[in-house]
């Protein structure tokens, strides 16, 4: 199973981003699909997750009402929108696929390369 995370890129506070991850390999309807993002210094953390069927999904309270994920099995692809975007949300965005429970960071076990998003204040 491969994972290839892009659309990360440099952009002003306030702005948007749509980020992609394009699964192959896999039977792609069958994953529960994550995101998650590290800072230089930081923890890797939990951005959003969404169950394989797509009809459930998961945000931390810190990041709830900016961003979306979702995922189009026909495309083997899952999605992260980003809105209002800020400096803090700079970091390397990563997205992860799961066999398993989509809402548990240890449950995932197919890691993409990540893309860097820089957040300009």
């Known amino acids: 199973v491969q994972l290839q995370a892009f659309g990360g890129g440099l952009v002003q506070a306030g702005g948007s981003l749509r980020l992609s991850c394009v699964v192959s390999g896999g039977t792609f309807s069958r994953f529960g699909m994550g995101w998650f993002r590290q800072a230089p210094g930081k923890e890797r953390e939990f951005v959003a997750a969404?169950?394989?069927?797509?009809?459930?999904?998961y945000y931390p309270d810190s990041v709830k009402s900016r961003i979306t994920i979702s995922k189009d099995n026909a495309k083997n692809t899952a999605y992260l929108q980003m809105n209002s975007l800020k400096p803090d949300d700079t970091a390397v965005y990563y997205c992860a696929a799961t066999f398993g429970d989509y809402r548990i960071r240890r449950q995932y076990d197919y890691w993409g390369q990540g893309t860097q998003v820089t957040v300009s204040s």
């Open positions: 969404i169950s394989w069927s797509g009809d459930n999904t």
